[in-house]
């Protein structure tokens, strides 16, 4: 009988810590989440030729109306942050229609924000005091003849992709799913004449 009790007091006490802790990173990290679409925008013209600069913009205001929301979110308020990041690439496709990352340095050109260039490029729309909005303006220069396509990385929706907010570490973590115009499964494709 007493092995009993002690079983069940046992599994009575496991199953009392397992749901306490069932807190997940965002707890801990204190990271919220949220869907605000259409923050990126391609500057898209009808054509383009060779040192053409296609620029990628996030200018978006420190307060974002969220759906079913009646209040603005103070996004600068919430995560003390002067900086929100994005990643996407820039692809050429090759003769064998595989497609190959293009973007370096030298082809880039930041007229807001920064940028750093690696395998991807990481876009930083820095927050502007004055204009209370975070800016950022990168463009790559098209150097080649050729068909391309800028592609941005799935966020944590399963669709759409992530801006995420610099925060300091006692100050909440933002990732908001966001969207670009004129992307076919996540793509914008076009030719360079």
């Given at each position: 009988?007493?092995?009993?009790?002690?079983?069940?007091?046992?599994?009575?006490?496991?199953?009392?810590?397992?749901?306490?802790?069932?807190?997940?990173?965002?707890?801990?990290?204190?990271a919220?989440?949220?869907?605000?679409?259409?923050?990126?925008?391609?500057?898209?013209?009808?054509?383009?030729?060779?040192?053409?600069?296609?620029?990628?913009?996030?200018?978006?205001?420190?307060?974002?109306?969220e759906?079913?929301?009646?209040?603005?979110?103070?996004?600068?308020?919430?995560?003390?942050?002067?900086?929100?990041?994005?990643?996407?690439?820039?692809?050429?496709?090759?003769?064998?229609?595989?497609?190959?990352?293009?973007?370096?340095?030298?082809?880039?050109?930041?007229?807001?924000?920064?940028?750093?260039?690696?395998?991807?490029?990481?876009?930083?729309?820095?927050?502007?005091?004055?204009a209370?909005?975070?800016?950022?303006r990168?463009?790559?220069?098209?150097?080649?003849?050729?068909?391309?396509?800028?592609?941005?990385?799935?966020?944590?929706?399963?669709?759409?992709?992530?801006?995420?907010?610099?925060s300091?570490?006692?100050?909440?973590?933002?990732?908001?799913?966001t969207?670009?115009?004129?992307?076919?499964?996540?793509?914008?494709t076009?030719?360079?004449?």
């Amino acid at each position: 009988m007493k092995t009993i009790k002690y079983t069940f007091f046992f599994a009575l006490a496991t199953l009392l810590m397992a749901a306490e802790c069932t807190k997940g990173d965002e707890e801990f990290y204190n990271a919220v989440y949220t869907t605000v679409p259409n923050l990126v925008t391609i500057e898209k013209q009808s054509s383009y030729v060779v040192n053409d600069i296609l620029w990628v913009n996030a200018n978006f205001s420190r307060f974002l109306t969220e759906p079913n929301q009646t209040t603005p979110l103070d996004i600068f308020k919430t995560t003390n942050s002067n900086q929100f990041s994005f990643l996407y690439t820039i692809e050429k496709q090759n003769s064998d229609n595989t497609w190959q990352n293009i973007a370096n340095d030298d082809l880039f050109v930041v007229d807001k924000g920064l940028v750093s260039v690696n395998n991807f490029i990481t876009a930083f729309a820095i927050y502007n005091v004055a204009a209370q909005e975070y800016d950022y303006r990168g463009g790559i220069r098209l150097n080649e003849t050729g068909t391309y396509r800028i592609g941005f990385f799935a966020g944590f929706n399963g669709q759409n992709f992530d801006l995420i907010s610099d925060s300091s570490t006692d100050s909440t973590f933002l990732t908001i799913a966001t969207s670009a115009n004129d992307l076919n499964v996540g793509y914008y494709t076009f030719s360079v004449n």
